[in-house]
């Protein structure tokens, strides 16, 4: 643009330059009035003077340019090659590891489902939770690329409130059991049975938080602090909606005003080394994202070496048309009403046909298998499946083309097709469905959301166990109780024994059963200290009474 400016320019100047100098050199016309002569001088080297200058800032203009050019050309080239290696690397990490992942989330869910594991069942909780530590790191760096790209929404949903805030509660009151540290979930008033929001966005602030409390405090306590602060009037759309205020106390290692303000920038960690190193110093900042599309901020008050309080508030609309059924975990689905339904699993990983054959064979789904696309064609028309599972990327035939066939055959146009991948990229979720996915299953695969999916596709009516293994997991301190009880799990094997002895009067058995079990782990003390007392005063009804509220997962 400023050459062609400069070209425009260079020949009207360079004519008003000879003729100002042809002016002032006096060759002219030597008839001219003296006056006029000087006023023309003037004017000509005014001229002249406007004329140089204008060239020196085209020449010093076109040279900053130039150079100008050449950085930006530089910095495009840099930043075109780090967006493609993050890409590239983003792809192939995503990949890689969701494929193992699969297998190992896979298999722990599948144990934990299984009734007859008690002593294995604390390694299970280990491998699962390790397995979905490396998927949140995963899916941390997936969220930060989404947030630099503007990309991040929120997707609401009705959902029960307290299940929701005793799940979160139950992760760390066993990671802070580990760490010796004391757990307390305070629920200060009255809760709402169903809320509006984006349930996955809203777990993911909470875990972070109540995580980096848990990581960063060696003694002490940790406090998850739930509360109505406000009852608002329904809105425009005619929707009541509560503020809530959500509050995680440590007594941890704290921090100092100027760590506090670099924490929510990306990558930033502060304080020492050992500190440093447990982290990636992505988690508040994609908190922070994410309440502040909940309209909102998350606040920080902390003092060094006492501990630290961060804390949020949110306005949360009622879910009021929210079935109570739907509380029903699909943890305790032990099959489904009516005939058996044929499942076709197509995926060129054994691993992974390996996991949804073990998660659906003992619900009563008979599974068939296929390896590739063009296996997978081949067995739907002599099977005739109710459902399909597909993964994409698979040697022969990949699954995109293998849905666009079928779809062509009249007989397997509305043939519900589940795809299970582990690709992140939402234009390949997008392209499953266009080419006639029904549904999107990420890898590694979540037996909840699966059997949402198949409830779904195949109208199923689940059948649910008796005995719910997770129903009463954690002891929630309500209004009528404490506001301060501690949470103490209690193993159901020891649990089922104590009721039993309870129930049939033998009480100095079951205090010293109890006080044999404080013995074996202490955090049982405040328990069998409580149930002693009670043993002495003969008070046989509050002890039945009292057990059920210290009863806790397996
Ligand atoms: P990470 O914990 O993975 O390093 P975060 O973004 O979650 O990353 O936190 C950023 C930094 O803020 C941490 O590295 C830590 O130094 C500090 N921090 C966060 N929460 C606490 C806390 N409860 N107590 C002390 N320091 C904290």
């Not at 910095?75 to 792809?91: G, I, P, V, W």
Request: aromatic residues 6%.
């Amino acid at each position: 643009m400023f050459l062609v400016l400069r070209q425009k320019i260079a020949l009207p100047l360079q004519k008003l330059i000879a003729a100002t100098q042809q002016i002032t050199s006096g060759r002219f016309d030597v008839q001219l009035e003296t006056k006029r002569k000087d006023e023309l001088g003037q004017l000509a080297r005014a001229f002249t003077y406007m004329a140089q200058k204008l060239q020196e800032s085209f020449a010093t203009l076109e040279q900053r340019v130039e150079e100008r050019t050449a950085e930006l050309a530089v910095a495009k080239e840099k930043a075109d090659r780090a967006n493609q290696s993050k890409s590239e690397f983003l792809a192939n990490m995503s990949h890689e590891l969701r494929t193992p992942l699969n297998g190992i989330l896979g298999y722990a869910q599948i144990l934990q489902r299984s009734q007859d594991l008690n002593q294995q069942q604390q390694g299970l909780d280990v491998i699962q939770q390790c397995g979905n530590h490396l998927l949140t790191l995963i899916n941390d760096i997936l969220d930060l690329s989404k947030i630099e790209a503007n990309k991040m929404e929120l997707i609401p949903k009705e959902f029960h409130f307290l299940a929701f805030l005793t799940g979160v509660a139950e992760i760390f009151q066993l990671k802070a059991q580990q760490k010796g540290l004391g757990f307390q979930y305070q629920l200060k008033t009255q809760l709402p049975e169903a809320i509006y929001t984006d349930e996955k966005r809203l777990r993911q602030v909470l875990i972070n938080l109540l995580g980096n409390a848990v990581k960063y405090t060696q003694r002490g306590r940790v406090t998850f602090n739930i509360s109505v602060i406000a009852h608002l009037s329904p809105q425009e759309n005619g929707i009541p909606a509560v503020k809530v205020r959500f509050s995680v106390e440590d007594t941890g290692i704290g921090m100092t005003p100027e760590q506090i303000e670099r924490i929510f920038q990306p990558f930033e960690q502060v304080g020492d080394a050992p500190r440093i190193a447990e982290g990636t110093g992505l988690g508040l900042s994609i908190a922070q994202n994410i309440v502040t599309l909940m309209g909102s901020q998350i606040q920080v008050e902390s003092t060094p070496n006492q501990g630290s309080r961060f804390w949020f508030d949110v306005e949360l609309p009622l879910a009021t048309d929210w079935v109570r059924s739907t509380i029903a975990r699909h943890d305790r689905v032990r099959g489904y009403e009516g005939a058996t339904r044929k499942i076709l699993v197509i995926d060129d990983k054994w691993e992974n046909r390996a996991v949804l054959l073990n998660i659906l064979e003992p619900l009563g789904f008979e599974i068939l298998e296929a390896t590739n696309g063009a296996e997978g064609l081949v067995k739907t028309v002599s099977e005739a499946p109710d459902l399909i599972v597909t993964d994409l990327v698979m040697p022969e035939l990949d699954g995109f083309e293998m849905m666009r066939r079928l779809r062509q055959m009249p007989q397997f146009k509305t043939l519900p097709i589940i795809v299970s991948s582990a690709s992140v990229f939402e234009l390949d979720q997008h392209r499953s469905l266009d080419m006639g996915g029904n549904e999107f299953l990420p890898k590694p695969v979540q037996v909840e959301e699966l059997l949402d999916k198949l409830q779904l596709l195949l109208q199923l009516d689940w059948i649910y166990s008796e005995t719910p293994r997770e129903a009463t997991a954690l002891t929630v301190a309500s209004e009528e109780e404490t506001d301060e009880m501690e949470l103490v799990p209690l193993p159901l094997s020891e649990l089922e024994v104590f009721l039993d002895l309870a129930r049939r009067g033998s009480l100095r058995k079951l205090q010293k059963q109890v006080a044999a079990l404080a013995e074996r782990d202490p955090q049982y003390a405040p328990f069998a200290g409580r149930i002693r007392q009670l043993v002495k005063e003969f008070q046989e009804r509050e002890v039945l009474t009292h057990i059920p509220h210290f009863k806790c997962s397996v």
